[in-house]
């Protein structure tokens, strides 16, 4: 069988990821909608807070190792076995810092019992989730995105079929905490099984390597570290500032644009083991796989945009069936008019991280989380939700301008139309469609129908034009 061409191989593997993140997303939002609806606005917030300390410490103490290892990897797949047994090792002893520096944080903190106790039991996840890391920046290097849709999919479909048996019984977070736990040790057995078909572990340690690791990894730990807690000060500024009540909310209108934030990760995720080895071939070859990869994106984000302002309302109605969350839907139009920039922001960091300059991305963070700190003080304590959506919107906006000056200074410019003009195309005959159809107001499922049908086609007719099809 013939080897996949670079594009056939960046389509399988964003495919592959789409999967992933698509079921991983659809599983977060169905849940936050059946929390929503069964547990209350309040319950949901303990849960998102307790989600956010998470994430928060789950990537400092591991996705700074799986970006390093993704990247290593893919340059000199031959020292693979090493990596799967020190890093392990490494990860495990990083995962265990990071609950523990967890745990003081929230007892610190100003939180009731009940929210610390679910904080507490949430971040007993970080473990099995980091470790998983290992596996998965293998099969990433390995461009064998498939294996990790093979290993996740099935259990994220399982676990959240199990999760709302439990709402439905009146079981309360601890037992769905429970089953995320053990769901992400399900799956590290399952990819340590794929990866033993293939691959002959080094059963030793490497003292030399895992010293090696930590400080060429220092930097990727400070830049997903501040990165992931950019992503998330909102959210705990309003825990702080706030209730967990409002966070419930604020957390539910944020999720309606996860279809975006699944698809633009996925495709930037894919894209970015061909960018590591563009490198070596010139800025051009950059310039080529960047403006591919942003013009997918904006083709998915600006149409978008465009459907969130015209039925966002009654996407959150149809959701949530709740006066609360339907009354803060301009918080929605605010958030999501980060998606425009959104596209850009994530391949510049991409690309900067190819080309060895992840210091910039530390740069980056750094005056992100300082910018995002300070205005949202200042805009949650006068404002509440409100304040925290115009906080969002600051953190995107700094957060691009920043990247595009170092990509532009250290790297090259793109060719702005060339990347937009197709986006922009598909997103003006999208407004046409919902102009129409706000004309004559369809039922919403049938607005949704019509709509992605019709982005369906737009998409699908430029596609085939620009490549050299009937219409070019």
């Not at 020190?86 to 520096?101: D, E, K, N, P, R």
């Not at 429970?178 to 003292?207: A, N």
Request: glycine fraction near 6%; aromatic fraction near 12%.
């Amino acid at each position: 069988m013939p080897p996949m061409s670079e594009g056939r191989k960046l389509a399988f593997n964003s495919i592959a990821m789409l999967a992933n993140r698509l079921t991983q997303g659809i599983a977060t939002f169905v849940l936050t909608a059946a929390m929503a609806r069964t547990l209350g606005a309040e319950v949901l917030g303990q849960y998102l807070l307790a989600i956010s300390y998470y994430y928060i410490f789950v990537y400092l103490a591991s996705q700074g190792f799986k970006t390093l290892f993704t990247r290593e990897l893919t340059r000199n797949p031959e020292i693979t076995p090493v990596y799967l047994v020190s890093g392990t090792l490494l990860q495990l002893v990083f995962g265990s810092i990071g609950y523990v520096a967890m745990a003081i944080v929230i007892f610190i903190l100003p939180y009731s019992d009940r929210t610390s106790f679910i904080c507490y039991i949430t971040g007993l996840i970080i473990i099995p989730f980091s470790l998983s890391n290992v596996t998965e920046a293998i099969f990433q290097a390995q461009e064998k995105m498939h294996i990790i849709a093979f290993s996740t999919v099935p259990i994220y479909l399982l676990r959240l079929l199990a999760m709302i048996w439990m709402m439905q019984h009146q079981h309360g977070l601890p037992y769905i905490i429970g089953i995320l736990f053990g769901s992400e040790v399900l799956i590290l057995l399952i990819q340590w099984i794929f990866l033993l078909r293939t691959i002959k572990p080094k059963w030793q340690i490497d003292r030399d390597f895992i010293w090696k690791t930590i400080k060429a990894a220092r930097t990727f730990f400070a830049i997903e570290g501040i990165g992931i807690i950019a992503s998330r000060i909102d959210v705990l500024i309003l825990s702080l500032l706030g209730n967990e009540a409002l966070i419930g909310i604020y957390g539910a209108i944020c999720q309606l644009l996860q279809p975006y934030f699944i698809v633009s990760n996925s495709v930037a995720l894919a894209a970015f083991p061909s960018m590591s080895k563009a490198v070596a071939e010139g800025k051009d070859k950059q310039r080529q796989a960047a403006q591919k990869t942003i013009e997918i994106l904006l083709s998915i984000s600006l149409p978008f945009l465009v459907g969130i302002f015209f039925v966002g309302e009654r996407l959150i109605v149809f959701i949530y069936q709740d006066p609360s969350f339907v009354k803060e839907a301009i918080v929605l139009h605010i958030i999501s008019i980060a998606l425009i920039t959104g596209g850009f922001s994530k391949i510049f960091s991409y690309l900067l991280m190819a080309n060895g300059l992840e210091k910039l991305n530390l740069i980056e963070v750094v005056i992100t989380n300082i910018v995002g700190s300070l205005t949202g003080i200042v805009l949650i304590s006068q404002y509440k939700l409100l304040g925290a959506a115009l906080m969002s919107l600051s953190l995107s906006l700094t957060n691009f301008i920043v990247l595009a000056y170092f990509v532009y200074s250290r790297l090259f410019p793109l060719q702005l139309w060339q990347v937009m003009r197709r986006p922009l195309l598909i997103s003006f005959l999208m407004s046409i469609v919902f102009l129409v159809l706000d004309r004559i107001h369809p039922d919403f499922i049938v607005t949704l129908i019509i709509a992605v049908l019709a982005y369906i086609i737009f998409a699908g007719l430029i596609i085939f034009r620009k490549s050299g099809g009937v219409y070019s």
